[in-house]
């Protein structure tokens, strides 16, 4: 049975690494992490956890819990860990962290993006980002440090990733417009996320300035073998989950001038998703909804192609507390401990 230890349970990715890890049958949670309810019953933070959760809120001491589990998830904010991660840490437990804090590898980019000093770089390089669709051969036994991606970056990458892979889109002219509930931005009290504020709302934020952009030009880049920059701009919409994002690029022409066919395109997502568990490229026509992966670790992506203008629309549609956050630290801990990567992650969607 691995041990598992939470800092940051009583937050909104924490309570649903809670809520799925408790219906994994290889795991068991001994420490929930939390620094606001230290000596609360768990069940008290969160009521749905009213008999199924016995334990009480203890403190985030990192040194302590490595001591005790075998793997920690830490969903706090950026800079905790990068702020206590010590090479004798490291050395006694796995760690996956929901945070940006080791999932940029350029330290001046992240210290720019984030506005704070990365107290520990010397993790960088070996933290594994964690998109299991895209480095799960990097995920394994021996792995210490996993960087869990960000909620609309894993959105934006897999929807795009074929097309970069296998360059049949300019790059250079991609552009993400992405939209968010409001558990996106977590559980502390902030003014713009009141309910007046949001409800009957959509605005953007962020716009130019979101510090998702250089992590998903980063991981384009890898994937296309160049250097990518990209159009990103956010949205908060009033629901509580489900981030949507649709990105337009121009497609490359085929040698003869012509654009490539839906079935030639078809066949390059099919080529990298037909056999993913938590990928579903759609049928033709269909449009990715938040509400049909809503509570799931699934990603519905899909794609039209406008002759008109010789450019792709592609789209992507997941839940941002699951395959955004918990249930993608839960596959990368599957990965972690040699487990089928879907243990505990059979999710049905949740409609309506």
């Given at each position: ?15 649903e690494?809670?809520r ?14 939390s ?23 203890k ?10 589990v075998?793997?920690?998830f ?10 206590l991660?010590?090479?004798e ?40 980002y ?22 609309y ?24 417009d ?17 309910f ?26 890898y ?7 990209i ?32 079935e ?34 699934y ?16 789209m ?5 507390l ?28 949740c409609?309506?």
């Open positions: 049975m691995i041990r598992v230890g939470i800092i940051g349970a009583t937050g909104y990715a924490g309570g690494l809670v799925i890890l408790l219906n994994h049958k290889d795991a068991k949670i001994v420490w929930y992490g620094r606001s309810y230290i000596d609360k019953k768990y069940y008290q933070v969160y009521q749905n956890m009213f008999q199924l959760v016995e334990d009480i809120c403190d985030d001491n990192l040194e302590e819990l490595a001591k005790q075998d793997v920690i830490t969903a706090t904010p950026q800079g905790f860990l990068a702020g991660l010590t090479e840490i490291l050395s006694q437990v796995k760690i996956v962290d929901l945070s940006a804090d080791y999932r940029i590898k350029d330290v001046a980019t992240y210290e720019k993006w984030y506005g704070i000093e990365h107290k520990s770089p010397q993790f960088i390089e070996e933290a594994v964690g998109l299991c669709e895209i480095n799960r051969d990097k995920i394994t036994e021996k792995t210490r440090l996993v960087a869990n991606p960000g909620c970056t894993t959105c934006s990458i897999l929807t795009a990733y074929p097309m970069v892979k296998e360059g049949m889109i300019d790059v250079n002219t991609l552009i993400v992405a939209k968010s509930g409001t558990s996106g931005a977590g559980r502390g009290a902030k003014v713009p996320n009141l007046c504020e949001v409800n009957e709302n959509m605005k953007a934020y962020g716009v130019a300035s979101h510090r998702h952009t250089p992590e998903i030009e980063e991981q384009l880049g994937a296309g073998n160049c250097q990518v920059t159009n990103f701009t956010p949205h908060l919409v009033p629901m509580n989950r489900g981030i949507l994002a649709t990105e337009y690029a121009t497609l490359k022409r085929k040698p003869d001038g012509t654009l490539p066919t839906y030639e395109v078809k066949a390059v997502y099919d080529k990298y998703y037909a056999n993913e568990k938590f990928v579903r490229v759609l049928d033709k026509g269909s449009c990715p909804e938040t509400k049909w992966v809503e509570g799931s670790n990603v519905d992506i899909n794609f039209v192609i406008d002759e008109r203008t010789g450019r792709i629309i592609m992507g549609a997941l839940d941002n699951v395959k955004g956050a918990a249930g993608q630290a839960v596959q990368n801990m599957n990965l972690l401990f040699g487990l089928p990567e879907s243990e505990g992650l059979k999710l049905v969607p409609f309506p």
